[in-house]
């Protein structure tokens, strides 16, 4: 069994930043890409972004590229997300994620292995 904890959520005011990180522990078996991903309410849970096992490929929605930025300590199996330029609909709960293989997919079914969230909020 694989277990994800992510830490680094709250409340930060519009245009501010926050960093998210996400730390895998348990039966991890290399190589595994890792992913962010959030829900607000009343929505679907959506793709953020998402990184390679090498750190070398990364892919993120649009709707937070070059506000966002996704990276990884594969030594700590620790990911981050570092969030800039926050906006009101940033606010979700976000959940990393973690899917064995070389890929970068985005899509939630690809994943096997999910944290319990985050909350970040982001008041206008």
């Known amino acids: 069994q694989v277990q994800l904890v992510e830490s680094g959520g709250g409340l930060v005011q519009a245009g501010g930043s926050l960093r998210l990180s996400c730390k895998a522990s348990?039966?991890?078996?290399?190589?595994?890409?890792m992913g962010w991903f959030r829900q607000a309410p009343g929505k679907e849970r959506e793709f953020v972004a998402a990184?390679?096992?090498?750190?070398?490929?990364?892919r993120y929605a649009d709707s937070v590229k070059g506000r966002f930025t996704i990276s990884r300590d594969v030594a700590k199996n620790t990911v981050f997300l570092q969030m800039n330029s926050l906006k009101s609909e940033d606010t979700a709960v976000y959940y990393c994620?973690?899917?064995?293989?070389?890929?970068?997919?985005?899509?939630?079914?690809?994943?096997?292995?999910w944290g319990q969230g985050a909350q970040v909020t982001v008041s206008s």
């Open positions: 348990g039966r991890t078996f290399s190589p595994y890409a």
């Open positions: 994620a973690l899917e064995g293989g070389l890929g970068v997919p985005t899509a939630p079914s690809r994943y096997d292995y």
């Open positions: 990184i390679s096992w090498s750190g070398s490929s990364t």
